[in-house]
């Protein structure tokens, strides 16, 4: 069965924890995604990898961390520097077909600060 | 910078009665405009990708349609499954990510 999960459903932060989200994909797909949704705002692009070993900043990436060390796998820490980090977290995915691009996304992740 | 704007912020619709979302976007080159459904609590679904100007889609009650600075989706007798928070997404030229409106919340009342 394929597709994109994340885990936890829900997290829980205490002050100054970093905290690991994680995203997986067995869709074989090259490019990766995360971002943050909050009420009224839309997504907004924390980062993003098109290829294992390398990702990029989006608009949004100070106080996370990102690593791709496998295709399949592209885990997000939010840090003790991120300090409003209560939000809904998505990852996502995306094919190329006939040079033409498709983003799939996860369930989400809430992350909530105790 | 690109940039998208989708209008309205929120709609609610009586069972039947059709209407339409707009997404107006400003963007270097478009290579693609997409369209998401995105239920509470859950991740956003793909329903449209449209590329260029005068392109229509169609899948069930919903059409999505393209000009060259604004899109429309288009629902024909909606239900109250229908009701979910419709986003806008655009892809500028160059492999660049996506840039996503703020959405349209859709309520249909039976």
């Known amino acids: 069965d394929g597709g994109i999960t994340q885990s936890p459903k829900y997290l829980f932060r205490k002050e100054g924890q970093n905290v690991t989200l994680s995203c997986e994909q067995n869709?074989?797909?090259?490019?990766m995604y995360w971002y943050r949704q909050d009420p009224g705002q839309g997504l907004r692009l924390i980062y993003y990898?098109?290829?294992?070993?390398?990702?990029q900043k989006g608009d949004i990436a100070e106080g996370y961390s990102v690593s791709r060390e496998k295709k399949e796998s592209f885990p997000l820490t939010v840090t003790s520097a991120q300090k409003n980090p209560t939000a809904f977290y998505l990852c996502?995915?995306?094919?190329?077909?006939?040079?033409?691009?498709?983003?799939?996304f996860g369930p989400g992740t809430r992350l909530l600060v105790l | 910078e690109d940039q998208v704007t989708q209008s309205p912020e929120a709609l609610r619709l009586q069972e039947g009665e059709s209407s339409s979302l707009n997404c107006s976007y400003t963007?270097?080159?478009?290579?693609?405009l997409f369209w998401y459904r995105q239920d509470p609590g859950k991740g956003p679904e793909f329903l449209f990708t449209l590329y260029s100007a005068g392109e229509e889609k169609e899948k069930e009650r919903l059409k999505a349609t393209l000009t060259k600075k604004e899109s429309f989706l288009h629902i024909t007798a909606p239900k109250p499954e229908d009701s979910a928070t419709y986003l806008c997404?655009?892809?500028?030229?160059?492999?660049?990510?996506?840039?996503f409106g703020k959405g349209t919340r859709l309520s249909v009342i039976a």
């Open positions: 996502a995915s995306s094919s190329w077909r006939g040079g033409q691009e498709t983003q799939y």
């Open positions: 963007v270097s080159g478009l290579r693609g």
């Open positions: 997404a655009v892809q500028a030229a160059g492999n660049t990510p996506l840039v």
């Open positions: 990898s098109q290829i294992v070993n390398d990702f």
């Open positions: 869709l074989n797909h090259d490019a």
